[in-house]
């Protein structure tokens, strides 16, 4: 077989059997297939699409081009958990150290942000001292004592995604369902938890704009962990104004960490205890989701998932004076407030802009290997449903960088007022997992 094959049977539509597929991605990682041929292959495929065999064989085999590692000489039962990213979600800061504190160990690899969606690892570099790239036997003894690390993703594991995002990123194939469903399943499945939760985003402040297709996107992957025997189940979660009050690195730690203490925003806390059961379930802690509920919502009162944030923070080397102080946390020279201009009930709240609002503030990368403000970014002092005076505060805009008033007018445009009370929608509104063949989609 020859790569013009390979290209020219994906261009008329026709299926990739596992013998190409293979051939293909190991001869892209060898550097025995050119950028143009495979360039051309992944637009094939944007506009062809793949059928469920070959996305599970194109999974396969990007997972097969590297190492994966075995978590078995770690007790318990591990489960790991993916997001695709949106405005100001930092439910893994949350999340982790939650289900931790009630048995399920979670060995996660994570990665930094892009453009409007924070990475994980951007937001525990904030805090003074915090490692996150630690050797195996490190992470391995962190998720063993601990109950959970994160760490950055490791070169050793699924080097043909590495390789291939890079591609997709500067040949406009990013966005196609196949080949996100294997990126993102084939480093979770490299991971070697035993169970998986796909928190898959969509709304102006995610990455994927349309509910259909984050449908279709975790249909996709929970149907890949399945056949690989692992417990996937999706969350689709609304993305339509920003998750929490706070955007930006040091922001959201501060606000992760008063979540963990149980005086956190709604929304984000609805979120973190519907993951969490979902989790407790997937490890077999609980087999009823109220119980699990209830002692999820215990351990955010009682400080005991606190603790485990703590020791997870000491553990990759971090100052934990920082956690429990975080008053010490710098903060920008310039804090710019925006106030409503009028009354009424907050309709919309347009977090895509205000995730680029705070990429130009500071938060953000435009290019892979910008540097970041830690202190950047936004707090909301109101969200959709929430009733302002004329005068009242809506957020607040935080940036080292001068001359950054212009923003202040365009923050403001980017709520929408009704006359009429407004009630904001569930944030997770379903949860999709395949039973016996079939998928059970649970409706909020």
């Given at each position: 077989m020859t790569m013009t094959e390979i290209i020219e049977?994906?261009?008329?539509?026709?299926s990739l059997s596992r013998e190409e597929i293979d051939y293909f991605i190991d001869g892209y990682c060898k550097n025995g297939i050119p950028d143009y041929q495979v360039s051309a292959l992944l637009m094939a495929i944007c506009f062809q699409g793949?059928?469920?065999?070959?996305?599970?064989?194109?999974?396969?085999?990007?997972?097969?081009?590297?190492?994966?590692?075995?978590?078995?000489?770690?007790?318990?039962?591990?489960?790991?958990?993916?997001?695709?990213?949106?405005?100001?979600?930092?439910?893994?800061?949350?999340?982790?150290?939650?289900?931790a504190s009630l048995g399920v160990k979670v060995a996660k690899m994570s990665g930094r942000g892009l453009g409007f969606t924070g990475g994980t690892l951007d937001k525990l570099e904030s805090i003074p001292g915090v490692r996150v790239s630690l050797s195996p036997s490190e992470f391995f003894e962190a998720v063993r004592k601990v109950g959970m690390a994160i760490v950055g993703q490791s070169t050793e594991l699924v080097p043909a995604d590495k390789k291939l995002y890079a591609l997709r990123d500067v040949t406009g194939t990013v966005n196609s369902i196949p080949l996100i469903a294997a990126s993102i399943m084939s480093k979770k499945l490299a991971s070697g938890s035993d169970c998986?939760?796909?928190?898959?985003?969509?709304?102006?402040?995610?990455?994927?704009?349309?509910?259909?297709?984050?449908?279709?996107l975790a249909k996709e992957?929970?149907?890949?962990?399945?056949?690989?025997?692992?417990?996937?189940?999706?969350?689709?979660?609304s993305m339509e104004q920003p998750l929490g009050l706070a955007i930006g690195n040091i922001l959201?730690?501060?606000e992760a960490i008063q979540t963990l203490q149980g005086k956190g925003p709604s929304d984000l806390v609805d979120l973190v205890l519907h993951s969490g059961t979902t989790m407790l379930l997937q490890a077999g802690i609980y087999s009823?989701?109220?119980?699990?509920?209830?002692?999820?919502?215990?351990?955010?009162?009682?400080?005991?998932?606190f603790e485990?944030?703590?020791?997870?923070?000491?553990?990759?080397?971090?100052?934990?004076?920082?956690?429990?102080?975080?008053?010490?946390?710098?903060?920008?020279?310039?804090?710019?407030?925006?106030?409503?201009?009028k009354g009424g009930y907050i309709k919309s709240i347009d977090a895509l802009d205000l995730g680029l609002i705070s990429m130009e503030l500071g938060a953000g990368r435009e290019k892979k290997d910008d540097m970041i403000d830690p202190t950047a970014g936004i707090v909301l002092a109101k969200k959709v449903g929430d009733y302002v005076n004329k005068g009242d505060l809506l957020?607040?805009?935080?940036?080292?960088?001068?001359?950054?008033?212009?923003?202040?007018?365009?923050?403001?445009?980017?709520?929408?007022?009704s006359d009429e009370a407004v009630t904001p929608g569930p944030v997770v509104e379903e949860t999709i997992r395949l039973v016996d063949g079939e998928f059970e989609i649970e409706k909020e």
């Open positions: 049977k994906k261009k008329e539509g026709q793949m059928d469920e065999e070959e996305t599970f064989h194109l999974t396969e085999s990007m997972l097969a081009s590297g190492k994966t590692l075995d978590l078995s000489s770690i007790p318990g039962v591990k489960c790991d958990k993916h997001s695709t990213g949106g405005v100001g979600d930092k439910t893994s800061l949350i999340l982790c150290p939650l289900v998986i939760l796909l928190d898959v985003k969509y709304g102006k402040g995610a990455f994927m704009a349309d509910k259909d297709q984050a449908e279709k992957m929970v149907r890949i962990g399945m056949r690989f025997k692992k417990d996937t189940r999706a969350e689709i979660t959201e730690v501060v009823d989701a109220k119980k699990a509920r209830s002692a999820l919502e215990k351990n955010l009162d009682n400080g005991k998932a485990v944030f703590r020791s997870f923070i000491k553990a990759q080397g971090g100052d934990v004076s920082f956690l429990d102080n975080p008053e010490k946390f710098p903060t920008a020279i310039y804090s710019y407030p925006v106030k409503s201009l957020l607040t805009l935080y940036t080292e960088r001068a001359n950054k008033r212009d923003l202040l007018s365009r923050a403001l445009g980017d709520y929408e007022f």
